[in-house]
C-alpha cells in the first residue's frame, strides 16, 4: 500500500525557515515524480512545487520561487520542502503528493499534510 | 501562468440529481487535465485524469469532458458522499495550476 507521510510542519516566526519532510513508503521513489501542493486556511489549492525522479529537474510556483528549494532522497524514499524567508502569506497546510509512474502530470496519491503557521 | 476559472463557486443540487461544474482555462491546456474531489479536513482525492478518464476506483456517474480550454465534470444521481469540494488543475504547462474550487451542496 502506497502512504505519504508528512512532517516538520508548526509555528515559525516572519523570516523564519523551516524544512517539511515527506516518507513514502510501498514504492521505489526514484520512478516518481514528487510534488509539494499547499492550501491556505479556507482557502483553495495551490500548487508549489515538483521535482522529477532523479532529482534533476525542479519547478516552483512564482509565489515561491527563490525561497523554497525541493529535493529528495531516493535512497531513504523520502522528499523535502526547504522553506526559507517566510511570510503570514505561506500559512497554509502543505500536502505530498505523487505522480503516476514517469509522469509529469496528475496526483493519484497524497499525503494527509502538515500544517504550517507563520505568525509573530 | 494559466489562469484555471471554476464555476459555480458554490453548486446547490438535489440527492439524486445531476451536477455539472465547469472549468475554463485562459489558454488550451490540451487534455492535460485533473480533478479532485475534497471533503472538510481531508485530503484531494484524483477523480478524472487526461480530462475524461476515471482513476481507480472511481465510480462510473463521475464522467469528465473538454479539451483546450473548456473542461466539465458532470456528476450523475448524487450521494450524500459527493457532496464536496472540487478542482480541477492543469498539468500542461509550468506552474501547473488548481481552479479555486466549485463547493456541492445538497439543497
Known amino acids: 500500500e502506497v502512504q505519504l507521510l508528512e512532517s516538520g510542519g508548526g509555528l515559525v516566526q516572519p523570516g523564519g525557515s523551516l524544512r517539511l519532510s515527506c516518507a513514502v513508503s510501498?514504492?521505489?521513489?526514484?520512478?516518481?515524480?514528487m510534488s509539494w501542493v499547499r492550501q491556505a486556511p479556507g482557502k483553495g489549492l495551490e500548487w508549489v512545487s515538483a521535482?522529477?525522479?532523479?532529482?534533476?529537474?525542479?519547478y516552483y510556483a512564482d509565489s515561491v520561487k527563490g525561497r523554497f528549494t525541493i529535493s529528495r532522497d531516493n535512497s531513504k524514499n523520502t522528499v523535502f520542502l526547504q522553506m526559507n524567508s517566510l511570510s503570514v502569506e505561506d500559512t497554509a497546510v502543505y500536502y505530498c503528493?505523487?505522480?503516476?509512474?514517469?509522469?509529469?502530470?496528475?496526483?493519484?496519491?497524497w499525503g494527509q499534510g502538515t500544517l504550517v503557521t507563520v505568525s509573530s | 501562468e494559466i489562469v484555471m476559472t471554476q464555476s459555480p463557486a458554490t453548486l446547490s443540487v438535489s440527492p439524486g440529481e445531476r451536477a455539472t461544474l465547469s472549468c475554463r482555462a485562459s489558454?488550451?491546456?490540451?487534455?492535460?487535465l485533473a480533478w479532485y474531489q475534497q471533503n472538510p479536513g481531508q485530503a484531494p482525492r484524483l477523480l478524472i485524469s487526461?480530462?475524461?478518464t476515471r482513476a481507480t476506483g472511481i465510480p462510473a456517474s463521475f464522467s469528465g469532458s473538454g479539451s483546450g480550454t473548456e473542461f466539465t465534470l458532470t456528476i450523475n444521481s448524487l450521494q450524500s458522499e459527493d457532496f464536496a469540494v472540487y478542482y480541477c488543475?492543469?498539468?500542461?504547462?509550468?506552474?501547473?495550476?488548481f481552479g479555486q474550487g466549485t463547493k456541492l451542496e445538497i439543497k
Open positions: 487526461g480530462a475524461s
Open positions: 488543475q492543469q498539468y500542461n504547462t509550468w506552474p501547473f495550476t
Open positions: 521535482i522529477g525522479g532523479s532529482g534533476r529537474s525542479t
Open positions: 489558454q488550451s491546456v490540451s487534455s492535460n
Open positions: 503528493a505523487k505522480a503516476p509512474p514517469g509522469s509529469w502530470s496528475e496526483y493519484d496519491y
Open positions: 510501498g514504492l521505489t521513489l526514484s520512478t516518481y515524480v
